[in-house]
Antibody, heavy 122, light 111 residues
Framework: QVQLGESGGGVVQPGRSLRLSCAAS????????MHWVRQAPGKGLEWVAL????????YYADSVKGRFTISRDNSKNTLYLQMNSLRVEDTAVYSC???????????????WGQGSLVTVSS | QSALTQPASVSGSPGQSITISCTGT?????????VSWYQQHPGKAPKLMIY???DRPSGVPDRFSGSKSGNTASLTVSGLQAEDEADYYC???????????FGGGTKLTVL
């Protein structure tokens, strides 16, 4: 069965960096677009970034553009999110999510990880 | 890109039907058919209920249906059951720099 598991979250001071990882299993990782979505405590969902199945295309929400970098290692079935210049407003649970269709974009997420909490605080 | 607009809450009795609206603009819902709906129970990961405006993933009961008219998408839940009580979020592709926007979420209460 499809499984997604995030790691790397924690407490960090404003301006510092953190890297999240998402280990995938149960499907052919290299065939699917992958996304990061975040949810601030008690708030709604916010799309963060996506990466194409082969890593050649990357897109970011305006709120994180220039500070966050999405990447993937298909040989390790792992998705990453490098977060630099973190702000208090980046505090959220960050979840990786799998695109519904192979090789393409439907902008719908059929499997989600449980998420990793990132807290940005001085 | 602004978030999509959803009602904060809706409610219904078991067996009844409810509809949750999701209002966007002519730059997102109005022009693209990439509207999705997610169900989220407290402390759980979201679950995809509808994608492509009206398609249901396998395993989602046909009590859940989606539609779109103009700039507004809708999720209808018929034959309400206690386990349907959850938060529901809509999303849409935007075609702008922020590719995907979500609605603020709607809390469904089964009375």
């Amino acid at each position: 069965q499809v499984q997604l598991g995030e790691s790397g979250g924690g407490v960090v001071q404003p301006g510092r960096s953190l890297r999240l990882s998402c280990a995938a299993s149960g499907f052919t990782f290299s065939n699917y677009v992958m996304h990061w979505v975040r949810q601030a405590p008690g708030k709604g969902l916010e799309w963060v970034a996506l990466i194409s199945y082969d890593g050649s295309n990357k897109y970011y929400a305006d709120s994180v553009k220039g500070r966050f970098t999405i990447s993937r290692d298909n040989s390790k079935n792992t998705l990453y999110l490098q977060m630099n210049s973190l702000r208090v407003e980046d505090t959220a649970v960050y979840s990786c999510a799998k695109e519904t269709v192979r090789y393409n974009y439907y902008y719908a997420f059929d499997y989600w990880g449980q998420g990793s909490l990132v807290t940005v605080s001085s | 890109q602004s978030a999509l607009t959803q009602p904060a809450s809706v409610s219904g009795s078991p067996g009844q039907s409810i509809t949750i609206s999701c209002t966007g603009t002519s730059s997102d819902i109005g022009v693209y058919n990439y509207v999705s709906w997610y169900q989220q129970h407290p402390g759980k990961a979201p679950k995809l209920m509808i994608y492509g405006v009206s398609d249901r993933p396998s395993g989602v009961p046909d009590r859940f249906s989606g539609s779109k008219s103009g700039n507004t998408a809708s999720l209808t839940v018929s034959g309400l059951q206690a386990e349907d009580e959850a938060d529901y979020y809509c999303s849409s592709y935007t075609g702008s720099s922020t590719l995907v926007v979500f609605g603020g979420g709607t809390k469904l209460t089964v009375l």
